[in-house]
């Protein structure tokens, strides 16, 4: 039993690669109990046509996308045009719709709020600061009355 184990472990199970046939690397195994042998012949045959159907699918598709690539190199069609017009046509889909709209509408509302309270907010500084001021300018032209008071109470 030792040395069954030990041939495992040396030989191990080889899987199949992406693209590689199923049919050829799969090694023949006893039919899954319930299958004759004749089913799984058929579905052996059934596996490599369409195995066969996919390479052969792979193949055109790879052939199309050259095709592709030489028509939009023909239009002047470049992956950096083609991203411009991506973004012009999402950005399009985005400011037609509805969500964007009433976002828009809900901020350029709030926009015009807050205008009108910086509004008066700035005049009531400017009337603050015009009523400092004129205190000030009274302030300054009693100053040269009260020294000339202050002056005559001395002699």
């Known amino acids: 039993m030792e040395d069954a184990e030990t041939g495992s472990q040396l030989h191990p199970v080889s899987v199949p690669e ?18 004759t042998e004749e089913e799984q012949q058929e579905l052996q045959e059934e596996l490599a046509k369409v195995e066969d159907e996919i390479q052969t699918l792979s193949q055109v598709l790879a052939a199309k996308e050259k095709q ?12 950096l045009n083609e991203l411009k017009q991506n973004f012009t046509k999402t ?39 015009e009523d400092v001021s004129m205190r000030s300018l009274q302030h300054s032209a009693s100053m040269p009355v009260m020294r000339f008071c202050v002056f005559l109470c001395f002699i």
Do not use: C
């Open 18 to 35: 992406v693209g590689e046939d199923a049919v050829t690397s799969v090694s023949p195994s006893p039919p899954p109990p319930g299958m």
């Open 68 to 79: 592709l690539a030489d028509i939009k190199r023909q239009l002047g069609i470049t992956p």
């Open 91 to 129: 950005w399009q889909d985005v400011t037609t719709s509805i969500v964007y709209k009433r976002t828009s509408e809900t901020l350029s509302q709030a926009g015009l709020k807050a205008t009108a309270a910086f509004s008066n907010m700035g005049s009531a500084i400017t009337r603050k600061l």
